[in-house]
């Protein structure tokens, strides 16, 4: 795989947080992957409010795309439909991840688009646009791009987390209590 061009990284890239934050903590994150639906649950409440709300960290959310990974794609186009911006973006990752088991117990495809349909039309999207976010090509590239540039910084699973450009796989960091010490730490180094 080749190197993903920053520029096009950047533009891929959903990022909240002041611009001179000292900590840039990046997610590589699927919202298909459970583990990943059960760290924003437990955790970013408090990255939020205490770390980023705060200056002290930049969030991005780099996408991925665990099995099935067409649903993932699915999920991550509905999150942006409509050119929503960052903040907006990340509240409706917020809500992909509580109702993740639930789209995905639907069972088949058509389950998904007509869950994914619903929860759009809970945020005042039309149907028309949704499905045009959902049959985009330009999702599944984006995600592709996403991918290889987790490959070229080590990225194996998700959710993985960058710290300042550099790959940490502390599993501490998925606890709330984990997440809090480490981020603490770091701060306190710079």
């Known amino acids: 795989?080749?190197?993903?061009?920053?520029?096009?990284?950047?533009?891929?890239?959903?990022?909240?947080?002041?611009?001179?934050a000292p900590l840039h903590l990046i997610e590589y994150a699927s919202l298909t992957c459970p583990h990943c639906a059960q760290f924003h649950a437990a955790n970013w409440e408090t990255l939020s409010t205490r770390y980023i709300d705060t200056g002290r960290v930049r969030f991005t959310m780099r996408e991925m795309a665990t099995a099935p990974a067409g649903v993932a794609v699915g999920m991550f186009q509905l999150a942006r439909c409509g050119g929503a911006p960052a903040d907006e973006y990340l509240r409706r990752v917020k809500v992909l991840f509580e109702r993740q088991?639930?789209?995905?117990?639907?069972?088949?495809m058509a389950g998904v688009r007509d869950?994914?349909?619903?929860?759009?039309?809970?945020w005042g999207l039309s149907q028309h646009q949704i499905m045009q976010a959902l049959i985009d090509p330009a999702g599944a590239e984006r995600v592709r791009r996403s991918?290889?540039?987790?490959?070229?910084?080590?990225?194996?699973?998700?959710?993985?987390?960058?710290?300042?450009?550099?790959?940490d796989d502390d599993h501490d960091f998925m606890t709330r209590e984990g997440m809090v010490r480490i981020l603490d730490a770091r701060l306190a180094q710079l």
């Open 147 to 167: 991918a290889e540039g987790a490959v070229a910084l080590g990225v194996t699973h998700t959710p993985s987390f960058i710290f300042n450009g550099v790959l």
């Open 101 to 108: 088991a639930a789209i995905l117990n639907t069972g088949t």
């Open 115 to 122: 869950a994914l349909l619903a929860i759009g039309a809970e």
């Open 1 to 20: 795989l080749g190197a993903v061009p920053a520029h096009a990284q950047a533009q891929d890239d959903m990022t909240i947080g002041a611009a001179n």
